[in-house]
């Protein structure tokens, strides 16, 4: 544990000295999770909370794929082409602890972009927060490790850091409309079978799990995200496990 927090500060140092990644990562997560909330509430006639907090939970579900299924398929792929991951091997850490201690960083960043963009809209609209806000908590934290974890495996298949946010947003596209980002008018032109196919993504499972966090009710009915989230989490381990590379791509 103690070499994962090592190179998570590392990861942290390097990311929150860099004013203009980190600007432009909160300009555009505020923008896409608070301001098409915003723009929906005011546009109603009349308050609706469930179309805001549709909208809420399903931009919600694209910042944090943007931040954690890109930052690490991007991050992942320059460190292995400069050659850092290879020196962090080689000063004796292992493995699980460098990509270990990536995930809590970029899992930080996702998780902290998300408490910001909720917080503007229970102070900016009347979107009430969640009555188990532990919950709300829990479940941003496991959406943003899985993402995360995909994200590793995006770097897998697309090693060139330039080409790694192109490749990701198919699949940020398609965690969008499923969870609702798009709005409801969108997805309820889809077919039966393609909303039932974009529900077994993660975002899926964190709208139901969000969605249960702001309204509350019986904690029985997370069985089936929380077996979404844990099939997924699998997948990653076990691709990251058997066919992650740490030299460069000559």
């Known amino acids: 544990m103690r070499d994962v927090l090592a190179v998570a ?15 432009g990562i909160a300009v ?8 098409l909330p915003l723009l929906i509430a005011a546009s109603l006639r009349s308050r609706d909370v469930e ?12 910042v944090l794929t943007m931040v954690a299924t890109t930052q690490t398929a991007v991050t992942l792929s320059a460190r292995r082409e400069m050659l ?15 990509i270990g201690g990536e995930l ?16 503007i809209l229970y102070t900016s609209t009347y979107v009430p927060p969640p009555e188990l806000p532990l919950l709300f908590a829990a479940c941003v934290v496991a959406v943003a490790g899985v993402l995360a974890l995909i994200g590793v495996i995006f770097s ?5 850091p330039d080409l790694n946010a192109p490749a990701t947003i198919p699949f940020i596209v ?12 969108v997805t309820g032109l889809l077919p039966g079978w393609v909303q039932w196919t974009l529900d077994l993504l993660p975002t899926g499972a964190m709208v139901e799990i969000a969605g249960l966090a702001y309204r509350g009710g019986e904690l029985a009915t ?9 099939v997924w989490a699998l997948f990653g381990l076990v691709t990251v496990r058997f066919l992650f590379r740490w030299d460069p791509r000559r």
């Open 51 to 62: 179309v805001v907090l549709g909208m809420h939970l399903g931009m919600l579900a694209v």
């Open 104 to 119: 809590v960083n970029i899992v930080t960043q996702a998780t902290l972009l998300s408490a910001l963009v909720s917080v």
């Open 84 to 98: 850092v991951l290879k020196r962090l091997r080689a000063s004796g850490l292992r493995g699980r602890a460098i």
């Open 9 to 23: 500060r590392l990861g942290g140092r390097l990311f929150w000295g860099d004013a203009r990644a980190v600007g």
């Open 156 to 160: 897998i298949l697309t090693r060139r």
């Open 174 to 185: 398609a965690s969008a409309i499923g969870a609702g980002g798009y709005g409801p008018f």
């Open 28 to 35: 555009l997560g505020v923008c896409l999770g608070a301001g």
């Open 222 to 230: 997370l069985t089936g995200p929380v077996v979404n989230l844990t």
